[in-house]
């Protein structure tokens, strides 16, 4: 069951991501006075362009494997979170600092790629990756040391399960940061700053085509919901039902809800200067520091 | 005594015996003759007197055996007056003196025709190639009368222009010739350390077409307007009223009052339209595209209204030289005014949404700022002086059409930068309804059954000048024209407003960030050429080739029908 668990994440997440993109731009259109595309045009969008050729304008190795490294260290994470509360098979052989690695080489390659595509934007662009990654990676590792901190064992189950296992003010201060930090973990609007369209054509996926860039936007579509999915685990688990089918149908409505919520903001803010950005990041991580304090005060 | 009278006297006290002549068939032009070495006397002269520079127009006078001629225009906003200096030289000796060190916003006017006339500006700062692509061969000058207008010099491999040196410590980001935020090619070299502009150097005018050219050698007075108005895809009413205009002064020609109303309302029309469209366009660069759509929305309203009206969305085809083509009838007038309210609801929403923004504000406030000095320096006109607290518009200053007889604001802010662009534009929405609602008014009331043109009697003397400024909705557009024979101008010059406002695209650029670079660019609004191409290539056999005007109606309208 434990095995089996782990293809149930890679299915579940690999089935609904592409989806979520569908309702984020479906809303978006409707807030535009659009009719928007129909919500499976994502699975089309990613069929079509595997058909396509693969560019390698870049030249070289590291622009060539960087998006299906990117895209299995992005499906790796997703293997080891316990989907339900239920810790799988290889929850034994990792911890939440395996999560965080996983999901960092995951924005690494990315990076690397856009690195060894030689363009001037995607360099602009894996620069500004960077600096994002680089002040909210903290943030992510805030919320899952508070887990730990509240039940004392370094497992990704505790720390996603610990986060609310009591609902004192470090539980209330740690949802307003990861709130705070969803639209820029969603990389929407007004954090879209990476790949900013009209200032530096799409950053680091510039350079890409075909299935590469499918494999891209795959793991952009996973990523979001990941963090969509935490938001849910960590801060509504205890609403969960134990029915590993019924938790799992709530779940979905629940990400599905905060996809509502991302595509709400998004379409309503402008995008941010990096600068600002910065700024808006340093504030969350200080509030995230706070948070894990009054945590290990037992608040 | 007039300003106008005082200003000839002063220049004929001043210049003595370099004054060659001053005269001018309408109250509020001054078209003055001097001798070439009192060039930069009389322009020093006239901006100490408070001129703006707008222009200036190179043609060859050769018929007349007078060589190559350069006209300098300045505009006294406050006078409502503009004075046009004009001075000659030799065929083998081409050399003028140059404007631009004290007046740098004549820079591409004369670097234009050292590449179109083949003329020298002596102390130039940059005599750089601005219009002829980087291939043309030295030597050919395409506006000298024996080049034909469709000459094409074989294409030469493997010549570049060459930009300047970048700052050291700076790299370059290319933007354009393509680019997601230029609309249409133009090349900006932008020198950025991190993420801050050092500097910036532009190469541009790659899809010049020519129209000047075209006009003097193979089309007549009576067919200008319609290619005038195909400059610009936005403000193409401006070229066309601005051209008739420019011709019936220096015809001495007076149009029938109703004319001149139906021209005014087209041109706020046309004014609604632009400034939605570019709300659209602004909301857009900095990633807020929820006000493009909505702003576009709005717009469509206007399209429509234009299409029921002329038969057309855009490129109304209204205007001839002596009046209009179509009337406005009371039914169509009702249908513009339950438009109008309309827009004016859906405006007024828009604009509180947009106004109250605090993540607008951090993207635009102190963005793209150039003091009002530098703006004066510039020449900037348009919304984008008018942000910078020049208190300027052609339709007040230099009164045209029926703008004498409609009361509007002339909207004004103080902060500098894209902030100020943008709510002076909204702002204008506003006044531009007003005025419509004034014009119909007065079509219903008193100019009922007035023609709507009148033809010129015998042809037109060749040899006047007639010179006019439009207010198009990016700023101001001034026409020139010099009646020639062949029922056709000798030279014809359009300056479009951003001619002037993107000399100072890199002043206004330097010390922001990267990631501003487009809402500033932006921010002038930049008309480039309006020439897009609808390309078809077969991917098997790589041939390509251009979809014609009725290819593409029939496919537009095709689709239409079907929604």
């Known amino acids: 069951m434990k095995v089996v668990a782990v293809f149930v994440n890679l299915i579940y997440f690999l089935l609904l991501a592409p989806f979520l993109e569908g309702v984020m731009r479906k809303l978006t259109a409707w807030i535009q006075s659009r009719k928007g595309p129909p919500l499976y045009q994502p699975y089309l969008d990613l069929l079509k362009l595997l058909g396509k050729e693969n560019l390698n304008s870049g030249g070289n190795w590291a622009f060539r494997l960087a998006p299906i490294l990117s895209f299995s260290s992005m499906l790796a994470a997703i293997a080891l979170i316990p989907l339900t509360g239920q810790a799988n098979i290889l929850a034994h052989s990792s911890d939440l600092m395996t999560l965080i690695y996983f999901l960092t080489l995951s924005g690494f390659c990315l990076l690397v790629g856009a690195l060894g595509s030689g363009n001037p934007f995607a360099a602009v662009g894996a620069s500004r990756e960077m600096m994002t990654t680089v002040m909210l990676e903290p943030v992510l590792a805030m919320l899952l040391i508070l887990g730990t901190v509240r039940i004392g064992n370094f497992s990704l189950s505790a720390a996603v399960s610990g986060v609310a296992v009591s609902r004192g003010g470090s539980y209330f201060l740690m949802l307003v940061v990861y709130l705070l930090a969803l639209q820029a973990f969603a990389a929407r609007q007004p954090f879209d700053i990476a790949e900013a369209e009209v200032e530096i054509l799409e950053g680091p996926y510039m350079e890409y085509s075909g299935p590469n860039y499918a494999l891209l936007r795959y793991t952009l579509n996973l990523k979001r919901m990941f963090y969509a999915w935490l938001l849910v685990s960590c801060f509504l688990s205890f609403i969960l039902p134990a029915n590993f089918l019924f938790s799992l149908l709530l779940q979905t409505v629940l990400i599905i809800v905060v996809f509502v919520l991302i595509s709400l903001i998004g379409a309503t803010h402008p995008r941010f200067r990096i600068d600002q950005a910065l700024k808006y990041y340093a504030l969350l991580l200080i509030l995230a520091l706070i948070a894990v304090g009054l945590a290990v005060k037992g608040w | ?563």
């Open chain 2, 1 to 563: 005594m007039s300003r106008k009278e005082e200003l000839l006297n002063l220049l004929k006290d001043k210049l003595r015996g370099k004054f060659l002549a001053g005269s001018s068939l309408e109250d509020k032009r001054l078209f003055i003759d001097i001798k070439k070495e009192a060039l930069v006397e009389t322009a020093s002269l006239l901006m100490k007197e408070g001129a703006r520079y707008q222009m200036g127009v190179g043609y060859e006078a050769k018929k007349n055996g007078q060589g190559l001629a350069m006209v300098h225009t300045f505009a006294f906003d406050a006078d409502s007056l503009l004075v046009a200096i004009r001075a000659l030289t030799t065929e083998d000796k081409p050399e003028f003196d140059s404007l631009t060190p004290f007046i740098p916003g004549a820079g591409w006017s004369e670097r234009e025709y050292i590449d179109l006339l083949g003329l020298h500006f002596k102390n130039h700062p940059n005599p750089k190639r601005l219009v002829l692509s980087d291939d043309w061969p030295e030597g050919i000058y395409p506006l000298r009368q024996d080049v034909p207008y469709d000459l094409m010099p074989p294409s030469a491999e493997e010549v570049a222009f060459r930009l300047d040196e970048a700052p050291p410590g700076s790299s370059i980001i290319p933007f354009g010739p393509f680019h997601a935020c230029l609309h249409e090619p133009a090349h900006f070299a932008v020198y950025v350390d991190g993420e801050e502009i050092k500097g910036c150097e532009y190469r541009g005018f790659m899809v010049h077409r020519g129209i000047e050219k075209l006009a003097a050698t193979e089309l007549t007075y009576n067919e200008i307007p319609f290619v005038a108005e195909r400059i610009c895809g936005i403000c193409g009413s401006v070229h066309s009223v601005n051209y008739a205009q420019a011709v019936e002064a220096a015809s001495g020609l007076k149009i029938p009052r109703r004319a001149e109303f139906i021209r005014t309302i087209m041109l706020e029309i046309e004014r609604l339209h632009s400034h939605l469209m570019w709300l659209g366009v602004a909301g857009h660069l900095i990633g807020f595209d929820t006000v493009f759509m909505q702003a576009w929305r709005i717009r469509e309203k206007i399209m429509w209204l234009a299409e029921s009206l002329t038969g057309n969305r855009k490129t109304y085809g209204m205007v001839i030289v002596g009046g209009v083509r179509r009337d406005i009838d009371l039914t169509k007038a009702d249908l513009i005014k339950k438009t109008l309210s309309e827009v004016e609801k859906d405006m007024l929403a828009l604009e509180k949404a947009i106004i109250k923004d605090k993540a607008i504000h951090r993207r635009t406030k102190g963005v793209g700022y150039l003091s009002r000095e530098k703006a004066v320096e510039w020449n900037l006109v348009g919304p984008v002086a008018r942000a910078r607290g020049l208190d300027m518009d052609a339709r007040r200053d230099h009164r045209y059409a029926a703008y004498d007889e409609v009361k509007f604001d002339v909207v004004v802010a103080d902060s500098g930068d894209v902030w100020g662009t943008l709510v002076v534009r909204i702002k204008e929405i506003y006044e531009a309804i007003k005025i419509i609602h004034q014009c119909l008014g007065k079509l219903a009331s008193e100019l009922q059954g007035s023609p709507l043109a009148i033809e010129i009697e015998g042809p037109v003397p060749a040899g006047q000048q007639g010179l006019s400024v439009v207010e198009a909705p990016r700023g101001e557009a001034v026409h020139y024209v010099l009646t020639g024979d062949d029922n056709r101008p000798e030279r014809w010059r359009v300056r479009a407003p951003t001619y002037p406002n993107l000399q100072a695209v890199p002043d206004m650029l330097l010390n922001n960030k990267l990631a501003d670079f487009p809402i500033i660019v932006g921010s002038i609004d930049p008309c480039i050429s309006c020439t897009d191409r609808v390309a078809v290539i077969d991917r098997k056999t790589a041939a390509d080739r251009i979809l014609s005007r009725q290819e593409l109606e029939k496919l537009s309208r095709e689709v239409r029908s079907k929604t």
